[in-house]
């Protein structure tokens, strides 16, 4: 399964989002994220049900762990400007693709 996010391809069997200048290997919980903000592109993602879809009911994992994957992933996806991902107050995160 692959997913095109402005100028990158994102692999996600092999965890793999790439350009034609960079490749990077995403660990299992940015990938998942990743995947799930795909699969609501363009769309509000609520934090609990990424929560939800990606931890379970693991109650070690905090919120604020998910925030640093989110940063992680806008830096990922920095060189290409018409990428973002917003942060919904209080709701949840939304991929934004413009064309």
Same mark, same amino acid.
């Given at each position: 399964? /692959? @997913?095109t996010i402005g100028?990158?391809?994102f692999d996600v069997k092999?965890?793999?989002l790439s350009s034609k200048n960079e490749q990077r290997n995403l660990? !299992? !919980?940015e990938a998942r994220i990743l995947? @799930?903000?795909c699969e609501h592109k363009n769309d509000i993602a609520p934090r609990e049900l990424i929560l939800k879809n990606i931890w379970g009911n &693991? &109650? @070690?994992f905090s919120g604020r762990s998910m925030d640093v994957f989110i940063s992680k992933l806008r830096k990922y996806l920095a060189n290409d400007d018409t990428i973002t991902i917003n942060n919904i107050h209080?709701?949840? /995160?939304k991929l934004e693709v413009k064309s």
């Open positions: 399964l /692959f @997913y100028i990158y391809e092999n965890q793999l660990t !299992k !919980k995947t @799930y903000l &693991d &109650d @070690y209080g709701v949840g /995160f």
